[in-house]
């Protein structure tokens, strides 16, 4: 094998695609908790978000890679007690849903924190200033079990938007980033905070502190594994390292040849890659992609593999939108073909599809019907009897045709 590897764009996609689940295979009709966390653990992560337009993001993943599966899997595995619990609630990329096996990666992380180093500067000073209040609120979480901040909420005001967050909330933000609490289960979207021998079996917790090193170094294996193919940022970004962190570590790594550094026709930087890589021929897979997949996390990577731009624009005035509010990219072929923007109404029991918006080359009748496949499987997978179409759009007019195809069918 020679010193550098060297891949062309496709092989570059390919790699990518497979290493991240996107494999083409036919999920078994039933998918159980084994297949979850199969596939959990080959991500390394769920990022969670908040937002609901269509389901909330950690569930869309799995959808994606594995087709239609019961919610409560994940709930399980995330929020219930006993052996069924197989993940746990930190900061990831973000605030993600992790494996069990990754939280001795994480704890240098929640060392850091406790010394106020890596964590939000508003926090951190939290953390200096409001020791007595951090005490206090942890007492009670050692006393009454699991917590939510509004129980512990001590303030006489109104609280105002966004991350106008209470002491008590400061507090266990503070626990939980310092690793003093977790998340031991959620009501409604509200984190339940309780100390982690409640919650982490202790056969996790008893196992051996790793160095701030040799945690990197795996997380950055990890993100190797997960990614197929990636340069220095994309592998950092992948668990949020800082290039302080990742820039020696990745050069270790190398050096040991546990990674080996490649070239991917197109790109200025240096990739990497595990050794003995194997490219699929192709990969034949279909899916709607969150805006918070791991496949597309990473905006610039994904221009370099799909040549495909990606904002989200949830946060941006309703007239200066491009695309819509809840975008959802169409993986189809190897390329990302299309973006639709959708919306869950519940209470009418339909998938709206505000727009809809296909890339440059476009999709032919097997693609667009592959589109309105996806669309009929993910209605069915939240319980909704029908997708109507809202977009004028001339895509819109081939994919209601396509709907009524495979409607008919």
């Known amino acids: 094998m020679p010193a550098t590897l060297s891949f062309t764009l496709k092989q570059a996609r390919r790699l990518a695609l497979a290493a991240q689940g996107f494999n083409g295979r036919q999920p078994p009709a039933a998918i159980k908790s084994a297949q979850l966390n199969r596939l959990i653990e080959r991500l390394g992560l769920l990022q969670i978000d908040s937002v609901n337009a269509v389901v909330r993001s950690h569930y869309l993943p799995l959808f994606s890679r594995l087709g239609s599966y019961s919610s409560d899997l994940l709930d399980q595995a995330a929020w219930s007690s006993g052996r069924r619990r197989t993940l746990f609630e930190y900061w990831g990329h973000e605030a993600s849903l992790l494996p069990m096996s990754m939280y001795p990666l994480m704890r240098w992380r929640m060392q850091r924190a406790t010394r106020g180093e890596d964590i939000y500067q508003q926090l951190a000073r939290f953390g200096r200033e409001q020791q007595d209040t951090i005490r206090r609120v942890l007492a009670s979480v050692e006393e009454l079990g699991a917590l939510g901040a509004g129980s512990l909420s001590t303030r006489q005001e109104r609280a105002g938007p966004w991350w106008d967050w209470?002491?008590?909330?400061?507090?266990?933000?503070?626990?939980?980033?310092?690793?003093?609490?977790?998340?031991?289960?959620?009501?409604?979207?509200?984190?339940?905070?309780?100390?982690?021998?409640?919650?982490?079996?202790?056969?996790?917790?008893?196992?051996?502190?790793?160095?701030?090193?040799?945690?990197?170094?795996?997380?950055?294996?990890?993100?190797?594994?997960?990614?197929?193919?990636?340069?220095?940022?994309?592998?950092?970004?992948?668990?949020?390292?800082?290039?302080?962190?990742?820039?020696?570590?990745?050069?270790?790594?190398?050096?040991?040849?546990?990674?080996?550094?490649?070239?991917?026709?197109?790109?200025?930087?240096?990739?990497?890659c595990l050794p003995e890589p194997k490219v699929p021929r192709r990969v034949e897979a279909s899916a709607l992609l969150s805006p918070f997949d791991s496949l597309i996390w990473e905006r610039s990577r994904t221009e370099r593999l799909f040549d495909f731009r990606?904002?989200?624009?949830?946060?941006?005035?309703?007239?200066?939108?491009?695309?819509?509010?809840?975008?959802?990219?169409?993986?189809?072929?190897?390329?990302?073909?299309?973006?639709?923007?959708?919306?869950a109404e519940r209470a009418a029991g339909r998938l709206a599809v505000h727009a809809v918006h296909e890339e440059e080359a476009g999709l032919d009748d097997e693609g667009m019907l592959a589109l309105a496949v996806n669309l009929r499987r993910i209605a069915d997978w939240l319980g909704l009897e029908r997708v109507q179409l809202n977009c004028p759009r001339a895509s819109a007019d081939r994919l209601r045709v396509a709907l009524a195809q495979i409607e008919g069918d």
């Open 166 to 272: 209470s002491a008590e909330k400061h507090a266990l933000e503070w626990l939980f980033a310092a690793g003093e609490v977790t998340v031991a289960g959620r009501r409604g979207f509200e984190r339940l905070y309780d100390l982690p021998e409640r919650v982490i079996p202790s056969q996790v917790l008893a196992l051996p502190l790793l160095t701030e090193a040799e945690a990197q170094r795996g997380l950055l294996v990890h993100a190797a594994t997960a990614l197929g193919v990636g340069t220095e940022k994309d592998l950092r970004d992948y668990f949020r390292l800082n290039p302080g962190d990742s820039r020696p570590r990745l050069a270790e790594l190398v050096e040991a040849g546990e990674l080996l550094t490649c070239e991917v026709q197109g790109w200025k930087q240096p990739a990497y």
């Open 310 to 343: 990606y904002r989200l624009e949830i946060y941006t005035p309703q007239e200066k939108r491009v695309y819509g509010y809840y975008v959802l990219p169409f993986l189809h072929n190897e390329r990302i073909a299309a973006r639709v923007d959708l919306r």
